[in-house]
C-alpha cells in the first residue's frame, strides 16, 4: 500500500543537537511539505519542496535545513539554531498538479528537548 | 494579516444529531478549502475539498458548505457515531507560481460524541 512513512516516531534532543526527521513516500507524489504542530497553534509550515533539487522556506523556516535529492525522500533537520524545538513533526506530500484528493500525511515525529 | 479561525472550545454533542463545525477566515481568497480529520498522535486525514466556486460538497455523513462572501465554510456530521470523536482541522489552499500547491491549517476543534 502506498503511504508516508516517518521515522522515528519519538525522538529526544540534547541541547546544541543537530537531529535529523526521516521522511519517505512511495505514492509517486511530486510535493512534499513539513509541518509543525504546537498545542492551540495548529499546523505551520516549515519548509516545502515541489520537485526533486527544489525547495522554499514556508513561514517558520528559522533553524530548520531540508534537502529534496530524491522524489521519495524530504528529511528534515533541526538545527541547534532552532531554539524551541519541541514539537509534534508532520511530514505530507501531495501529487503537483491539484489538490482534489488533498495531502497525505505521515503519523508524525514527536521531538523533545531534554 | 490573514487568520484562520475554528472555535477552540471542545464541541460536546449527542450520538445521532449533526455536528456543525465552522472555520472562518479573513484576508484571504483560496482557489479551495479543505477539511481533516486528526486523532491524538496521529497525522491529520483528509476528507472533502470544496472549491471556491461551489456551495455545497456531500460525501456519505460529511456536508461542507463555503461562502466566500461571508469567508466561511461549515462542516457538518449527520447521524454522530462516537467514533466521529476527533479534532477536525480546516485548511485553506493556494496555487503557487510555476503550479503546485500551499495549504494553511486552522487550529482545529475538537469533537466529543457521547452516547
Known amino acids: 500500500d502506498g503511504g508516508i512513512t516517518q521515522s522515528p516516531k519519538y525522538l529526544f534532543r540534547k541541547e546544541g543537537q543537530n537531529v535529523t526527521l526521516s521522511c519517505e513516500q512511495n505514492l509517486n507524489h511530486d510535493a512534499m511539505y513539513w509541518y509543525r504542530q504546537d498545542p492551540g497553534q495548529g499546523l505551520r509550515l516549515i519548509y516545502y519542496?515541489?520537485?526533486?533539487?527544489?525547495?522554499q522556506k514556508g513561514d517558520i523556516a528559522e533553524g530548520y535545513s531540508v534537502s529534496r535529492e530524491k522524489k521519495e525522500s524530504f528529511p528534515l533537520t533541526v538545527t541547534s539554531a532552532q531554539k524551541n524545538p519541541t514539537a509534534f513533526y508532520l511530514c505530507?506530500?501531495?501529487?503537483?498538479?491539484?489538490?482534489?484528493?488533498?495531502?497525505?500525511f505521515g503519523s508524525g515525529t514527536r521531538l523533545t528537548v531534554v | 494579516s490573514q487568520k484562520i479561525e475554528q472555535n477552540s472550545e471542545a464541541l460536546n454533542i449527542q450520538e445521532g444529531k449533526t455536528a456543525t463545525l465552522t472555520c472562518n477566515y479573513t484576508n484571504y481568497s483560496p482557489a479551495y478549502l479543505q477539511w481533516y480529520r486528526q486523532d491524538p498522535g496521529r497525522g491529520p486525514v483528509f476528507l472533502l475539498l470544496?472549491?471556491?466556486?461551489?456551495k455545497e460538497k456531500r460525501k456519505e455523513r460529511l456536508k461542507v458548505t463555503f461562502d466566500t462572501t461571508l469567508k466561511q465554510s461549515l462542516f457538518h456530521i449527520t447521524a454522530s457515531q462516537p467514533a466521529d470523536s476527533a479534532t477536525y482541522l480546516c485548511?485553506?489552499?493556494?496555487?503557487?507560481?510555476?503550479?503546485?500547491?500551499?495549504?494553511?491549517f486552522g487550529t482545529g476543534t475538537q469533537l466529543k460524541v457521547e452516547l
Open positions: 485548511a485553506l489552499n493556494f496555487i503557487l507560481t510555476g503550479g503546485g500547491n500551499k495549504l494553511t
Open positions: 519542496s515541489q520537485i526533486v533539487n527544489d525547495f
Open positions: 505530507a506530500s501531495s501529487p503537483k498538479t491539484g489538490p482534489s484528493r488533498g495531502y497525505t
Open positions: 470544496i472549491r471556491e466556486n461551489e
